[in-house]
């Protein structure tokens, strides 16, 4: 989490609020029904209340580093407020507890939010049932950004083809060099490369091709900041030995591009979401032997940072005894 602030890195790890309740008064998730499995950062918060307050408050979380510190925020604030109090917070005051949040990280605190009304709603509810909620379908994509008729995937497409270079793997970088193309940063920031590796990438699939003719409009801001502990996992993951660059630019591509909110094949500009395990099944094939169980690529690539460093992301020890499995493991074509 070094690309974290203090103040988000230390609710991140504040453990103070994660876990289970048991016999909750009121629970609430977020992002977790069956019209929403697998299209969501699953979010669940359970409360004890006791003469109209909140007197307990635990969360779990299956998201980034940003999501759990809203969360532990959103506990914070909540925990020994009165019902009325507690459903008064609003995603201002979670990202004012963290100093401040990323624009394209706002949402973070959103679901937080979501998450703690619903089980507040549960909690007055007679049955005291799970409260389920969908978040703003217009918070995350879910289709394609980028299509054949892109005209800078299709300028990509019309350079010369160089004779090594397989063409599913022009295909795979000609879709994230268009979807970085239309966001405000640089397409090397965007990417998560160095200028060189960029042009080094370029010359490679794209003969001819120069970075400065992809871009258009003001290019100031800044990208999400990658999950140092995601780019680990991936490094860890490399092919030994060789000369090849491609599995390190795709390792370092994958980091970036998960660090943006919905799913990783959405964000990386690719057609379908077959076409991200193939790639990776081509570039870095220990990592697909790690994730034996076909877990979807995301998650898997978070759940290996918090296994890693104690985290918490999921709610039963074992995933075939998790609630929460079609989330994880939805088919490819879904």
């Known amino acids: 989490m070094s690309s974290y602030t203090d103040t988000i890195r230390r609710y991140a790890t504040d453990s103070r609020y994660t876990g289970t309740l048991d016999r909750a008064d009121g629970t ?12 969501r950062l699953a979010v669940r918060f359970a409360l004890r209340i006791d003469a109209g307050q909140v007197t307990q408050v635990r969360f779990q979380v299956f998201g980034c580093g940003f999501t759990i510190a809203a969360c532990a925020a959103a506990a914070e604030l909540a925990e020994g407020k009165d019902l009325e109090a507690a459903a008064a ?36 509810s007679e049955d005291h049932a799970v409260a389920v909620v969908a978040h703003d379908p217009a918070a ?19 350079s010369p083809a160089p004779r090594a270079v397989a063409a599913e793997d022009r295909h795979l970088f000609a879709c994230l060099l268009t979807v970085a193309a239309a966001e405000p940063w640089s397409l090397a920031a965007a990417l998560g490369l160095d200028e060189w590796e960029l042009a080094a990438l370029l010359q490679r699939y794209f003969p001819g091709v120069a970075p400065a003719t992809l871009e258009s409009g003001e290019r100031g801001k800044r990208p999400p900041l990658v999950n140092a502990g995601v780019l680990a996992v991936l490094h860890s993951h490399l092919p030994a030995g060789g000369d090849d660059p491609a599995p390190r630019w795709l390792a370092a591509i994958l980091a970036a591009r998960a660090a943006h909110p919905g799913h990783l094949w959405v964000a990386m500009g690719l057609f379908a979401r077959p076409e991200l395990s193939a790639a990776i099944r081509r570039h870095l094939p220990a990592l697909t032997a790690a994730n034996s169980r076909g877990m979807r690529w995301k998650r898997f690539l978070f759940r290996q940072v918090c296994d890693l460093k104690g985290g918490v992301m999921c709610k039963a020890p074992d995933c075939g005894l998790c609630s929460d499995y079609s989330l994880c493991f939805a088919p490819e074509e879904s």
């Open 28 to 39: 609430g998730e977020v992002g977790l029904g069956p019209e929403e499995a697998g299209r």
């Open 89 to 124: 917070i609003a995603p201002a005051a979670v990202a004012a507890v963290l100093n401040g949040l990323p624009t394209e990280r706002d949402y973070c605190a959103e679901l937080a939010v979501a998450a703690l009304q619903a089980a507040l709603a549960s909690a007055r």
């Open 140 to 158: 995350v994509e879910h289709g394609p950004r980028v299509t054949a008729a892109d005209p800078v995937y299709r300028r990509l497409l019309a």
